[in-house]
């Protein structure tokens, strides 16, 4: 697609996908945003993450330090604490504010 061609709300909707679904964003939340069904959701999501693997990938290592030490560093040093029990896993109840947390203390992974 050409840039001119771009519309404001296809820019939005991106924005809404890319930036969404990194910092944790579900199926229900990324549906009510972009005013689809939750099962286009889940589908751009699922197609998301089987495009950009390695996306999914650091988004998952970087849980699974914060779950072994209550904490995530940013590429500098900076930690940022986790108000969580090192026991919970990323599907407990405790998820939604904390697990995505980790997402949003960390550097995107180099391309």
Known sequence: MA???????????????NFG????M???RL???????????DDYIRRYFARYA?????????IADG???AFV????GRRRYLRISTRASPTSVKRPSAWRG???SRAPPPT
Do not use: H, N, W
């Open 102 to 104: 980790t997402a949003r």
């Open 3 to 17: 840039p001119d061609a771009v519309t404001a709300e296809m820019r939005r909707q991106a924005k809404v996908i």
């Open 67 to 69: 779950a072994a030490t």
């Open 73 to 76: 560093a940013t590429l500098i």
């Open 31 to 41: 549906s009510r945003e972009l005013g689809i069904t939750v099962q286009e959701a």
């Open 54 to 62: 390695k996306v999914r990938e650091f988004s998952e290592r970087v």
């Open 21 to 24: 679904i990194i910092y944790g």
């Open 26 to 28: 579900g199926a229900q």
